[in-house]
């Protein structure tokens, strides 16, 4: 049969198969109309990898007979061959395109795992409609020699909580394809098998990173008292790498012996990528001495250090730090000032801010900007300091204020924007001018526009007042 | 205490403070409750500042038992530093994970 129609509730299906004549896909868009009590019809191509383009026309039959009917019309399964096709004729904005692998039998799912587009999503599928079927299938691939579809068999057992897979699961921490122990290792972590950690420890001497990543991670997933100290032994590892997953492992251990370690690491740590690493994880331990450890790095001499203190900072939320933190904002190291004011920027209150308005003359242009994006964080209108502050040297200083006097005062903001339309030296002033007046759009803007179009010598910005004038 | 707003059948629970093996315990025996008159939770992590491994275990069972009671569990708006912690230990692929509210309550 070329053709088959299947009725589940109230959606009927229809399998195309690839022999399947342009005359009989006709008959069968007739025949739906037979189907009255049908909310959903969908046209499944699973089969097909090819289409004539004489069937096309069936295929608009069929959305017209499902509406006829009252039917939602969607077709489902559509290779890339096919969806060409549809593009080639304009009707793939046409039709709704669907993926639908209720369609698919065991076998045909488990195919494919062999295609990367679809091997995720088919695992999801196969995990959230598990039923002994499935099961069966995935049991059967577990026995099988095949590392692609047991990777993903072993995934799709782990997400669908199948214990009773766990024996064979532990077998696959044996397998010789790292791919396979690794998603054994992941899954095995999951499921708090602890009884695999030993096995899983022989994994972080390993040359694959990947496994070895995943070992580390199911160890932390696993952990007691006594696991921070046998992994911490890795943070002297040479590889470092191996110190940057060691850091993620006891980050999620999150105990004191981890953050001991931690912090002893940071002490003798010389490679910048990983002192980073380490302030990060730092931050994500609720100890005491943690934003002293992060006010310290702010000072460190590598700006990813700095950075990592400051977000840290920001992400403690390190209110008692915070005169600390601006006291550092006039540091004579300008990137030392920058990530004090990005540190912070999320937590100054009004009365703080006045501080960092304070310091704003007496640093370079680098902190002035985070300054103005800072107070652009706190709730409360800082136009007046933004006015006096708007003729700035620096074409993105002026940028920036402008912007954010937007946030505050639309009526400074308008006079002002105004003013530097016409006014300003820098095309990139001029235009963020232009956003804030196509925005506010303030009396008499359009003429203003108008004769910006004639006398401004920037194209970027005479063709955005030309688009805002069209639109108009 | 948590706090849960009704969002169209389904329950946003705004997730606060620190994850860990006791807040976790109660977090999960909290979401089962709600479960009780809803089909589907999402769980917000923004004001999730901290997480450790025993937190990350307990929200682990909890979906076990979603899942068990054909309930749907979701979650959403996490900081980099936890997806992290979810990305290293595979979950990201167990879990569903939405980076916004509204691309999570659909």
Redesign the interface.
Known sequence: MSVEFAKTGDILKVIVGQDASGKELEEASRNILTFKDTARISLDLKNCFYIQSKALAALIAFKKNSYKIGADFVISNVCENVFQVFEMANLNMYFTIVEDFTTYNPDELVEKFFEADYADRVSDFISENMNEVYRKKLYEVMESDEPTLKYYAILTLGKSHDYASEDMIKEALNSDVPQVAKAAVLVLGWFGDTDSKEKIYSFLDCEMEDLRDAAAASIALLSDDSDAERLGKLLSSENISVRKVTIQALTLINDQKAFDLLVQSLNSEKNEEVSSALIRAISSFNKPGVSDILIKALGSSSIKTREAAASGLAKIKAKDKINEILARVTDSDSWVGYFAVKACGDICSVAEAQMLKNSYPEVDENVKLAIVEALGKINADFSEFYISILNDENEDIRKEVLSALANDNKELASGAAVKLFIEDKSWLVRYKALEIINAIKPKDYVELLKEGLETDDSKYVKEKIQSILDAL | MLEVQDKGGKKLVFVKG?I?AQTGSELKKDVLALFESADSAVLSFKGV?????SG??EI?DL??SS??AKKNLMLCEM?S?IR??FT????D??FKIYDTQAQALG
């Open positions: 620190e860990n500042v901290y997480m450790n491994s990350l275990r682990i979906l076990k899942n068990k900081s530093d992290e912690m290293f230990t595979g979950l692929k167990v």
